[in-house]
C-alpha cells in the first residue's frame, strides 16, 4: 500500500517538531513518507515532488519550514491536494515570521495552517481530510 500522506520538511534541524505529527499519524494507521527538500535550496526538488504527489497515491502533504521559508507555499502552488502547512519555531521572530509566510497565500492556492510547532494538529488535520472517503478511520478518529 502506498502512502496517502507526503511530509516534507526544509531542513533536517526541524525533524524533531515533526515527531508528534508522525506519531499521530501512525496511531491512526496511516502511511506516510517524509522527506527533506528547501523550497529554497533545491525549488526544482519541491516542484517535482508537488508536481507527481497525486500520481504516486499522496492524498494530502504536509509541509514544515521554519523562518520565512515558503515550503508550504511552493507546494500549494504546484498541486490541488490539501497542503497543511506547519510553520517551525526558529531564528530572532521564533516562529512568527514562518506563520505569516505559511498563512498568507494568495487566493487561489490555499494552505491549511497550525500553530506554531503545531505539529501533533497538522496529524489530526491529515487523518480528519482522509476520514471524510475512509469510514474506518473516521470510526478511528471517534475513539
Known amino acids: 500500500m502506498s502512502p496517502s500522506v507526503g511530509i516534507l520538511v526544509g ?27 528547501s523550497a529554497h535550496r533545491n525549488p ?10 497525486r500520481e504516486r497515491g499522496l492524498k494530502v502533504i504536509i509541509c514544515a519550514a521554519g523562518m520565512a521559508a515558503h515550503l508550504a507555499g511552493a507546494v500549494a502552488a504546484r498541486t490541488n491536494l490539501p497542503v497543511i502547512g506547519i510553520p517551525v519555531a526558529s531564528g530572532t521572530l521564533s516562529g ?9 497565500m494568495p487566493s487561489g492556492v490555499p494552505v491549511a495552517t ?13 487523518a480528519q481530510i482522509l476520514a471524510l472517503s475512509d469510514p474506518e478511520l473516521a470510526e478511528r478518529l471517534e475513539g
Not at 497550525?114 to 491529515?126: I, K, P, R, Y
Open 96 to 104: 512568527f515570521d514562518a506563520l505569516l509566510a505559511t498563512v498568507q
Open 44 to 53: 526544482e526538488g519541491v516542484s517535482e515532488y508537488a508536481g507527481t504527489a
Open 11 to 37: 531542513s533536517e534541524s526541524d525533524l524533531p517538531v515533526l515527531e508528534k505529527c508522525t506519531a499521530r499519524l501512525e496511531g491512526y494507521g496511516i502511511e506516510y513518507e517524509l522527506e527533506v527538500c
Open 114 to 126: 497550525v500553530a506554531v510547532n503545531g505539529a501533533a494538529n497538522a496529524g489530526v488535520l491529515a
